[in-house]
């Protein structure tokens, strides 16, 4: 099945960075989502993309729907060590109810 | 407490004994969905239900079944497990039957075929 392109897989930050990751499709999509899942629990829902060009805040993080409906980017400013966990993409295309997710960023931040 | 819920939270099986992973919303979501989690390989889509009696496949629908014969179950159905289906599996839901709005998951089942 079709996977999305997330990049990096991993990463390791100091208190107070700022981060940034992304994912690109073959595909287009109509749908962006970001996710974040803490140790020992699903993925919980960060930021919700439906328009091309579109950028949405939730507190310190920003996720932008790239304008060739092919890509997604999320930026974390100011780390904390809470922000520790796992980061999905994940994305639906039009005419479609199925989701696909990326493989995940996972992300340390070091006090 | 609005929330979605599986059961059980872990399963040891052997392979081809028949069994049943549960999950239930108290959200009255017309949209849910089952996701087995591999390492490597971040969530991918089993199955997906847009309302009751109204279930499709998702990219990795092998082995596996699914019913939606009330709007808050949607149980995923092992006939016959297999080691290669060893996995943490997830069950979601949402508003609508787009499944574009917040999708909810629930705690995850830890499964081993051995």
């Known amino acids: 099945g079709q996977q999305l392109n997330q990049s990096p897989q991993s990463m390791f930050i100091q208190e107070g960075e700022d981060v940034s990751m992304n994912c690109t499709s073959s595909s287009i999509f109509n749908t962006w989502l970001w996710y974040k899942q803490d140790p020992g629990e699903g993925p919980v829902l960060l930021i919700a993309?439906?328009?091309?060009?579109e950028l949405t805040s939730n507190g310190r993080l920003t996720a932008q729907f790239g304008i060739t409906r092919k890509d997604s980017f999320l930026n974390i400013s100011a780390s904390i060590p809470s922000d520790v966990g796992i980061y999905f993409c994940?994305?639906?295309?039009?005419?479609?109810?199925?989701?696909?997710f990326g493989t995940g960023t996972r992300l340390k931040v070091l006090a | 407490e609005a929330q979605v819920t599986q059961n059980p939270r872990y399963l040891i099986t052997v392979t081809g004994k028949k069994l049943t992973v549960t999950c239930s919303q108290n959200?009255?979501?017309?949209?849910m969905s089952w996701y087995r989690q591999d390492p490597g390989l971040g969530l991918r889509q089993i199955y997906y239900?847009?309302?009751?009696?109204?279930?499709d496949k998702g990219d990795v629908p092998e082995g596996y079944k699914v019913s939606r014969k009330e709007k808050r179950n949607f149980p995923l159905i092992l006939e016959s497990p297999s080691p290669n289906q060893t996995s943490l599996y997830f069950c979601a839901s949402s508003f609508g039957t787009s499944g574009s709005n917040e999708q909810y998951f629930g705690p995850g089942t830890r499964l081993t075929v051995t």
């Open positions: 993309l439906y328009k091309a060009g």
């Open positions: 994940a994305g639906r295309s039009s005419g479609t109810y199925k989701y696909i």
């Open positions: 239900s847009m309302n009751v009696e109204v279930t």
């Open positions: 959200m009255n979501h017309e949209y």
